[in-house]
């Protein structure tokens, strides 16, 4: 059934005209599998495509495909205007003001439907009527694009994307991949360049620098040395960006599966500066980085494995040893353990929502693993108990661990806790009752260390 609907389509569409550039690589080289094209996309392209119109998956999912790899979104592109595709879908709704969209939706899962863009510049031959009606841009004073809401052709659209393995255009009804800009030799070849004049891409939209960074390590591709040149020259840039924008960056980073590549990627580029304060000392630093590195570490195995991660946890690990410094501080002006690590676990995150908008959201679980810390040393009486059924225990459990193996806390403490919550009632009882017995015999004393130790 399947290939007499796709029969169809191909009898009554035709392939749209190849720009001057235009290179059409054949299923048999560029090996992507029919069973790798999420259906959703393909009902979408091929809807679009027995309407008439040219329509293509893009971006990163061709990437994917080509290197193998299963995407975990797909877009499509077409020549179709916005109210053209929400015409012809019946689940589908137009959203964004700088550039219109369409979300088509087929049970759980949703395709982003973009019209091929162009540019201002893209009409200035066409006399100025033309490209009065068709441009609506603006830029700033460092070249950084504020708007820009132009529609254009598809090789105008290859042209705006941001580097060139993103470029690609793949139809999976033809099965056939379009490039450009040279896109797929550059996949073969693991590099990534820039499409035009790297400094003055970079000073349209800052954040390509971070994408840069972010493609490199995810890919383990090497930065074309054009398109790296700039980077750290053109870094302040990033200051002028929104906040809410670098932060869902960064989070792409941490939650791509190479987040401990990533942040070597960052810091090699020079962009590490402003995103998450102190990180190039924390990472000089034997204690500091061998715990980020595990905390990294840890987030890409459990991803790799399909396993959920909470953001909040990395980003509590990320900013755990600025809490500790802080938290010294203010221990040594007089405060006690606990209203200094309140104090401390304020200031850091005041400072954070300043320079990178971490969302509100994510507060209250950072200060609950970082306060949950001092109880785990906390072992006799009811309450090691108590801490078991505190709905943040296994966060901070696996923070206590990662603490332990990067032998900022004793590991005994670590294998206690392990033990414990995995022992019958007996066991725990007496666990308790070794725990308690010496200390019965000796005031218990708070000092200057006890956050570091476990036990404000």
Known sequence: ????????????????????????????????????????????????????????????????????????????????????????????????????????????????????????????????????????????????????????????????????????????????????????????????????????RYREDPVRMLRAARFAAKLNFRIDPATRAPIARLADLLEGVPKARLFDELQKLLLSGHALRGVHQLRAEGLHHGLLPLLDVILEQPVGERFISLALKNTDDRIGQGKPVTPAFLLAALLWHEVLAAFHKFEGEGLKPIPALNEAMNEVLDAQAEQLAIPRRFDATMKEIWGLQSRFAQRAGARPFRLLSHPRFRAGYDFLLLRCESGEVDAELGQWWTEFQFADEEAREKMLLVETAPKKRRRRRKTSSALAEGEA
């Open 1 to 200: 059934m399947i290939r007499k609907f796709l029969n169809r389509v191909l009898r009554k569409s035709k392939p749209a005209s190849p720009g001057a550039s235009h290179h059409v690589i054949p299923r048999a080289k560029h090996g992507i599998k029919p069973e790798q094209v999420n259906a959703c996309a393909l009902k979408t392209v091929t809807v679009l495509k027995e309407a008439g119109h040219a329509a293509f998956i893009v971006g990163g999912a061709v990437r994917d495909m080509v290197l193998g790899r299963q995407p975990k979104d797909f877009d499509v592109a077409t020549d179709a205007t916005p109210e053209q595709v929400r015409a012809l879908f019946r689940r589908s709704r137009i959203i964004g003001r700088r550039f219109r969209l369409v979300h088509v939706m087929c049970g759980q899962d949703t395709i982003e439907v973009s019209t091929f863009r162009g540019s201002a510049a893209d009409f200035a031959d066409e006399g100025e009527d033309e490209a009065e009606s068709n441009a609506d841009s603006a830029v700033n004073e460092n070249g950084r694009i504020l708007r820009d809401n132009v529609f254009g052709s598809q090789e105008q659209d290859a042209k705006r994307r941001d580097f060139t393995t993103n470029a690609l255009y793949y139809d999976p009804v033809r099965q056939e991949v379009w490039d450009y800009l040279g896109g797929f030799d550059d996949l073969k070849a693991g590099e990534l360049r820039i499409i035009g004049d790297p400094d003055q």
